[in-house]
């Protein structure tokens, strides 16, 4: 997936930091589907205080 993001988000993948912060298994009846969130590394902690302050 990375390479696929290369001349789109980034120049190059080599400085891309992939992160899986969580994951589930679908319940039954549920639709599988995954979410992907794209923001810049100064920005990474401002996202987690407002993804974890719940």
């Given at each position: 997936m990375m390479d696929a993001f290369t001349g789109i988000i980034y120049d190059d993948d080599e400085y891309a930091l992939?992160?899986?912060m969580d994951f589930h298994r679908v319940a039954e009846g549920e639709k599988p589907y995954f979410e992907l969130n794209i923001?810049?590394?100064s920005e990474e902690?401002?996202?987690m205080m407002e993804r974890y302050a719940a």
């Open positions: 992939p992160r899986v923001y810049l590394k902690d401002a996202v």
